[in-house]
């Protein structure tokens, strides 16, 4: 089961910063958070991940709460091609067996509007 | 030079059939998976194959077969295909079973 809790949709204007929040208040020590998008009959696309530091990379920045219970995903400047739905999801890294699988929950919808 | 392909994109068949979903990745991974997206599109993991063992079966019945000639392969054999298998299947590889996955682009299965 999924252990993160999102917003079932968003809306952002293009060009304008997009925030995807994301509740994780059960995850462990050693528990990653992963980013991952797809868009509309694509297969996953991973946008990025962290353990409890900040994270950036061309797509986007991975912001982590210091007691890492939420975290935000920001597209800095959103374009009609960032719409898809976007999963949060926690997993262990760096050990083999289910504790690393991906669980995908529902995710958030964005669209992204001119 | 697409990094995970599937074959086919689309298939639709009869109820009672076998057919067989081909998966390639040419990244040098070492393990590759089998997702399931149904008509709600919830995206659940059905196996991985890590260097061609099996890590994860996630209860799914024994008409499906996963086979994994080799590392940068995974196939997908279903048997007396069910109305209820219709979905889309994706493939996925990483390198190392708890790192990043990467996915293909799915196939579309029909069952009439």
């Known amino acids: 089961d999924a252990k993160t809790t999102q917003p079932p949709s968003m809306d952002c204007a293009e060009g304008r910063a997009a925030n995807l929040p994301c509740n994780h208040s059960t995850i462990s020590g050693n528990e990653y958070v992963y980013w991952y998008r797809q868009i509309h009959s694509q297969g996953p696309q991973y946008i990025i991940h962290?353990?409890?530091n900040n994270e950036t990379n061309e797509m986007a920045s991975l912001i982590i709460t210091e007691d890492r219970k939420s975290s935000t995903l920001i597209l800095p400047h959103a374009t009609l091609r960032d719409t898809a739905v976007y999963y949060c999801i926690v997993r262990v890294a760096g050990f083999t067996g289910t504790a690393s699988k991906l669980t995908f929950g529902t995710g958030t919808r964005l669209q992204v509007t001119l | 030079d697409t990094a995970v392909s599937q074959t086919p994109k689309y298939l639709v068949t009869q109820m009672g059939n076998d057919k067989s979903i081909k998966c390639e990745q040419n990244l040098g991974h070492d393990t590759m998976y089998w997702y399931k997206q149904d008509s709600k599109k919830f995206l659940k993991i059905m196996f991985s194959y890590n260097n061609k063992e099996l890590i994860i079966n996630e209860t799914v019945p024994n008409r499906f077969s996963p086979k994994s000639p080799d590392k940068a392969h995974l196939n997908l054999h279903i048997n007396s295909l069910e109305l209820g298998d219709s979905a889309v299947y994706f493939c996925?590889?990483?390198?190392?079973?708890?790192?990043?996955?990467?996915f293909g682009p799915g196939t579309r299965l029909l069952v009439l």
């Open positions: 996925a590889s990483s390198q190392g079973h708890a790192e990043t996955q990467y």
């Open positions: 962290g353990l409890k």
